[in-house]
């Protein structure tokens, strides 16, 4: 059974929390099939993030990494393994 995490479903909580201006969510859990943090399902392991978010003008990346796992913190628990991050802020 898979965990039941999608690309939109992360995609619509890091928009409700960092109104991004722009925003992609690609699942890769198909291409780590059978690598460690795999469900087997080839679905909902491994992410790929990429946000540009006025919430992020004056931030390290590590801190603007930190605001993305603190938004998506309850998916590591159900399942979420990888997160590919790529930060922006539109003044950069």
């Not at 690309?7 to 780590?32: C, T």
């Not at 392991?45 to 992020?56: G, W």
Request: aromatic content about 6%; cysteine-free; overall charge negative.
């Amino acid at each position: 059974m898979g965990t039941g995490i999608t690309a939109d479903a992360l995609h619509a909580r890091l928009a409700e929390l960092l109104a991004p201006s722009s925003l992609e969510v690609i699942d890769e859990s198909a291409a780590h099939a059978g690598h460690a943090g795999s469900d087997g399902t080839g679905s909902g392991t491994h992410f790929r993030v990429r946000i540009a978010s006025p919430r992020f003008d004056g931030l390290s990346r590590v801190a603007r990494h930190r605001l993305v796992y603190d938004a998506l913190h309850d998916f590591v628990a159900r399942g979420l393994h990888a997160l590919a991050i790529e930060t922006f802020s539109p003044s950069s």
